[in-house]
């Protein structure tokens, strides 16, 4: 799970969770590693492994909100997969800033590879009640709004919201709501 003071409770298998880039590089305001992170949470959420039930993507971070009975392996498996997918696109494709940044900031004990997409962790907060679930999934939408990027949360393209008014979102999820 990497270095955290958050734990996988035994209480709930729905959690609240942050990724975030490495020291907050804008890796996902390029459209085709946005898409990685959107083509990797439809895939697990069609595959049963993570139920989905929020999620928002930003230029430097995800949040989610799902479900798992497997959680931290799950979301281990979710990040070494999408950073091998950005780290290959990267290669391919550019820019290659961005490259050289994962390299330069990867921790020095990650030894076992070149690049670093993901910081350590993810932060899952447990949701133990309905109070905490409405409150995650809102901070979840309004995420673009709070940062000025649009009016409204359906506006953002890289989110659940629009699948909260009953329109088709890029990927599907599991309302809860």
Do not use: C
């Not at 390029?30 to 049963?48: D, P, R, T, W, Y």
Request: hydrophobic fraction near 35%; charged fraction near 25%.
């Amino acid at each position: 799970m990497g270095r955290s003071r958050y734990k996988i409770s035994e209480e709930s298998n729905t959690y609240f969770t942050t990724m975030s880039a490495m020291n907050w590089l804008p890796l996902f305001s390029v459209g085709k590693l946005a898409e990685i992170i959107l083509n990797s949470l439809q895939f697990m959420h069609n595959n049963k492994r993570i139920i989905l039930h929020a999620y928002v993507i930003m230029e430097t971070h995800i949040h989610t909100v799902s479900t798992s009975k497997e959680f931290a392996d799950e979301i281990r498996n979710f990040k070494s997969y999408t950073a091998r997918q950005i780290v290959d696109y990267l290669a391919i494709n550019g820019p290659v800033t961005l490259l050289d940044q994962l390299k330069f900031y990867k921790k020095k004990h990650k030894t076992n590879q070149k690049y670093q997409v993901w910081q350590e962790g993810y932060h899952p907060k447990a949701i133990l009640s309905e109070n905490v679930l409405k409150q995650k999934i809102e901070y979840v939408h309004y995420n673009p709004v709070r940062r000025g990027f649009v009016d409204k949360p359906e506006h953002w393209r890289y989110s659940s919201a629009r699948n909260y008014l009953g329109v088709e979102g890029i990927v599907s999820i599991e309302p809860i709501l």
